[in-house]
């Protein structure tokens, strides 16, 4: 995103403040290259989180834990000095403190969920349900949107111009079609995953339409590729992990 110095009186709107949240979120999620104290990013199912817990235990020694209920994340501290951050999905949680089968049966529990991808010229939305999640309504779609041209002059201008006019028909497309799948569903969702490319999906923020399902959202992204429905079948398996940082192990 362009930096946007002090002073310059550019506006901030609301798609920018809504690429901050999600770009801070997805920041906290960066892997780290280097030794054994940079921390590592793990995404564990909630079928397998019982026996990855296990496991750390037994390799680190015995753990201290503490939960932040609010943001849903529980913290192992082992004898060792190794760390294993757990961020749970679908915060908060409701009770403290916190095991290895609590974990799991938050994670997998029963929920109705929205979810809304979208990148330049591809779409998808879904509502999932039930645990495991079964896909009960869905739609996908596309738009051709034209790469960037390296012409000059007024060639280039009136490709910038097409260019716009159809990533604007392609965003609207995607605003449709979240409106259509996901309204039916409007009161019964307890929560909506985003994920696509941030961008659209910030530009998608400003639809009045929509605007009850991104109140929702939850802050975890999901960074997919072309939002086809294979793409949106897989997202469960993104959605309901734990994701884990692990330093010092």
Not at 22 to 32: E, F, K, S, Y
Not at 73 to 97: R, Y
Not at 213 to 242: K, M, N, S
């Amino acid at each position: 995103m362009e930096s946007r110095p002090p002073g310059t009186g550019v506006q901030i709107g609301p798609a920018d403040t809504f690429i901050s949240r999600i770009v801070g979120a997805w920041g906290r999620c960066v892997v780290g290259n280097g030794g054994a104290t940079t921390p590592r990013w793990l995404d564990i199912g909630p079928e397998r989180i019982e026996g990855w817990l296990a496991d750390f235990t037994a390799r680190h020694g015995e753990t201290a834990t503490t939960t932040d209920v609010t943001s849903a994340i529980v913290t192992l501290t082992a004898a060792d000095g190794a760390v294993a951050e757990c961020h749970l999905p679908f915060p908060p949680i409701h009770a403290a403190p916190i095991g290895a089968a609590d974990i799991a049966a938050h994670a997998a529990a029963s929920r109705t969920v929205g979810v809304l991808l979208a990148r330049l010229g591809g779409y998808a939305a879904g509502v999932f349900t039930g645990s495991p999640p079964r896909l009960i309504a869905s739609k996908v779609g596309s738009r051709l949107v034209h790469g960037r041209s390296a012409a000059g002059g007024q060639s280039q201008q009136r490709f910038a111009r097409r260019r716009e006019k159809q990533a604007r028909e392609a965003l609207g497309a995607a605003a449709d079609n979240a409106a259509a799948v996901l309204g039916p569903f409007t009161g019964e969702l307890d929560a909506v995953v985003l994920g696509g490319d941030k961008r659209s999906i910030a530009e998608l923020h400003s639809d009045p339409r929509l605007r009850p399902y991104f109140d929702i959202a939850v802050e975890r992204f999901l960074t997919v590729p072309d939002p086809r429905l294979a793409v949106l079948q897989g997202t469960p398996r993104l959605f309901r992990a734990i994701r884990i940082r692990l330093t010092g192990a």
